[in-house]
T-cell receptor, first 115, second 112 residues
Framework: ETGVTQTPRHLVMGMTNKKSLKCEQH?????MYWYKQSAKKPLELMFV???????ENNSVPSRFSPECPNSSHLFLHLHTLQPEDSALYLC??????????????FGAGSRLTVL | GESVGLHLPTLSVQEGDNSIINCAYS??????FIWYKQESGKGPQFIID?????DKRQGQRVTVLLNKTVKHLSLQIAATQPGDSAVYFC???????????FGGGTRLMVKP
C-alpha cells in the first residue's frame, strides 16, 4: 500500500448511472488531487484540494463533481458520463500545499469503463 | 495502470546494462522536476526529484540530470533489472499555479 487507498479499483457504469470514487490517504498530508489517465493523453490534473478547500478546477465538465469532507478523504461523484470518460482515475496527496515543489503520492487508481 | 493505447516511446535494454530515459520540457520557468515510475496495475511511484539550482542528483541506482540550457531532463538507471520494467514519466512545475505537468511517458522493457 502506498498510503493512498482508492476504491473501487474497477468500475463499469452506464451513461445514466451515478457512482462515486473514493480516496483515502493515511499520510497526514494536507493536499489532495484527482488526475485522469486516459489511453491517448498524458496525466491530466482535474481537481486540487488544500485543507478541504478546492483550489483548482482544471476546466472539468460538471458531470464530475468532487467532494473533500476532510483532509484525509476525497470523493469523485460521477453522473451521466460519456464513453470517452473511460480512463484510470488517480488520486494523489502531498505534504505541502499545491503549487509548492513537493512530491505527490499516488494511489493505485480506479479503472472506470463507461458503456 | 499503464497508459495502454498511448503510443509511448519504448526503450529496450538488456538486464545489467544502464538505461537512460530522456525528457524535454518546454517551460523555462519550471524550477522543480520529478520522475515517476508506473508499473502495470499500479499508480505512479516517486523515483527522484531535482530543483533547478542543481544539475545532477543521485539516488539508489538512479541519477537525474538537468540541463536548463536546452530544457532537457534525463533519468539514468544503473544495472537495470527486470523489476525496472515500467512506464517512466517526467513532470515539471512551470505552468500557472506551479502545478505539476506530466509528460507522455517512456516504456522501459528489460530483457533477461
Amino acid at each position: 500500500e502506498t498510503g493512498v487507498t482508492q476504491t473501487p479499483r474497477h468500475l463499469v457504469m452506464g451513461m445514466t448511472n451515478k457512482k462515486s470514487l473514493k480516496c483515502e490517504q493515511h499520510l497526514g498530508h494536507n493536499a489532495m488531487y484527482w488526475y485522469k489517465q486516459s489511453a491517448k493523453k498524458p496525466l491530466e490534473l482535474m481537481f486540487v484540494y488544500n485543507f478541504k478547500e478546492q483550489t483548482e478546477n482544471n476546466s472539468v465538465p460538471s458531470r464530475f463533481s468532487p467532494e473533500c469532507p476532510n483532509s484525509s478523504h476525497l470523493f469523485l461523484h460521477l453522473h451521466t458520463l460519456q464513453p470517452e470518460d473511460s480512463a484510470l482515475y488517480l488520486c494523489a496527496s502531498s505534504q505541502d500545499r499545491p503549487g509548492r515543489a513537493n512530491v505527490l503520492t499516488f494511489g493505485a487508481g480506479s479503472r472506470l469503463t463507461v458503456l | 495502470g499503464e497508459s495502454v493505447g498511448l503510443h509511448l516511446p519504448t526503450l529496450s535494454v538488456q538486464e545489467g546494462d544502464n538505461s537512460i530515459i530522456n525528457c524535454a520540457y518546454s517551460n523555462s520557468a519550471s524550477d522543480y522536476f520529478i520522475w515517476y515510475k508506473q508499473e502495470s496495475g499500479k499508480g505512479p511511484q516517486f523515483i527522484i526529484d531535482i530543483r533547478s539550482n542543481m544539475d545532477k542528483r543521485q539516488g539508489q541506482r538512479v541519477t537525474v540530470l538537468l540541463n536548463k540550457t536546452v530544457k532537457h531532463l534525463s533519468l539514468q538507471i544503473a544495472a537495470t533489472q527486470p523489476g525496472d520494467s515500467a512506464v517512466y514519466f517526467c513532470a515539471e512545475n512551470g505552468n500557472a499555479g506551479n502545478m505539476l505537468t506530466f509528460g507522455g511517458g517512456t516504456r522501459l522493457m528489460v530483457k533477461p
